[in-house]
């Protein structure tokens, strides 16, 4: 897997319009005798155009937070807007035409994009055809779509007789076919072995690059999140951390890890930080004139952590 250069979030973000906001997004769930906070006010800024890898523990809120931009579910508090759109005021005819048109999901199963009984061309014409768009178009489009994602070869074939990778590049092209803004990516190699896993994150790359959409990936692999300009981690139901790369002279690669300050000023310290200084329950903060220091409770002054 080819290395994507990367740059300070600032570079990334300077200059571009956000095509994903969410700001102290909070999602509760109530059951029978039960509450479940599953966001607790997160913080995120996608730039237009980027291709971003989200991270995180099972239960950690990917999911949700997916469920959310994808408009099949809505915030209990807080804003999330995508494209221009505030996900929390669509009514139902807006929310429907917002996953036609704005946003591509592409599922880890890649059955859950595609019919069997329809050639690889047809699955991808199928969502120009239930948006209205005539028929010499989607053709064409069609076919643009099969070359960018280098499938091309495999138009007349029903899904049955593509391998894994294929079928998951196929399904791809059924998420882009209404060349939505944003896609929106579920594990998408959780089920296919290393090379199919390489093939399908090229094509997810080639269309972020020749198609100019902006991709959000959710996954477990790091053959996928290593190999982006920026990673984001999920604790807890807020984002936690961000891994920048640059390829610097001579192609050498350079990552940095920073923690995340979100809007409210909270922070998420790393676990393996606090268990080894023994910071629980409260910490003291001290404000030097280029540092924030956090010191343990009872710790005496000039103990620093």
């Known amino acids: ?104 999901f592409l599922f880890q199963q890649a059955a859950s994009n595609l019919l069997p009984y329809l050639t690889a061309r047809e699955n991808v014409e199928l969502p120009m055809v239930l948006a209205g768009v005539g028929r010499r178009e989607r053709e064409g489009r069609a076919q643009d779509t099969l070359e960018v994602l280098d499938i091309a070869e495999c138009g007349a074939r029903r899904p049955g007789e593509l391998s894994g990778g294929q079928q998951q590049r196929v399904a791809l092209g059924v998420a882009l076919a209404n060349r939505p803004r944003v896609l929106l990516a579920d594990e998408p190699t959780g089920e296919l072995d290393t090379r199919s896993s390489d093939d399908v994150f090229e094509a997810i790359r080639a269309a972020n690059r020749d198609l100019g959409t902006t991709v959000l990936v959710v996954t477990h692999d790091a053959l996928v999140s290593d190999h982006v300009a920026r990673t ?37 310290l790393p676990r393996s930080f606090t268990a080894n200084l023994g910071l629980q329950d409260r910490v003291r903060l001290d404000l030097e004139p280029d540092h924030i220091g956090v010191w343990p409770s009872d710790a005496g002054e000039g103990s620093g952590a």
């Open 1 to 104: 897997m080819t290395s994507t250069a990367g740059h300070d979030r600032d570079d990334v973000l300077h200059g571009k319009p956000p095509d994903v906001t969410c700001e102290n997004l909070v999602r509760i769930y109530r059951t029978e005798g039960l509450e479940v906070v599953a966001l607790q006010g997160l913080d995120l800024a996608i730039a237009r155009g980027e291709l971003v890898a989200l991270v995180g523990a099972s239960g950690s809120g990917k999911s949700t937070l997916l469920g959310i931009l994808s408009g099949l579910d809505v915030p209990s508090a807080g804003t999330a807007r995508v494209a221009g759109h505030d996900l929390s005021g669509m009514g139902r005819r807006e929310r429907l035409a917002y996953r036609r048109s704005t946003v591509g």
């Open 232 to 268: 984001v981690g999920i604790r807890d139901g807020r984002t936690s951390t961000e891994v920048l790369r640059r390829t610097g002279d001579g192609g050498v690669e350079h990552a940095v890890e920073y923690a995340v300050l979100d809007t409210a000023g909270r922070l998420q």
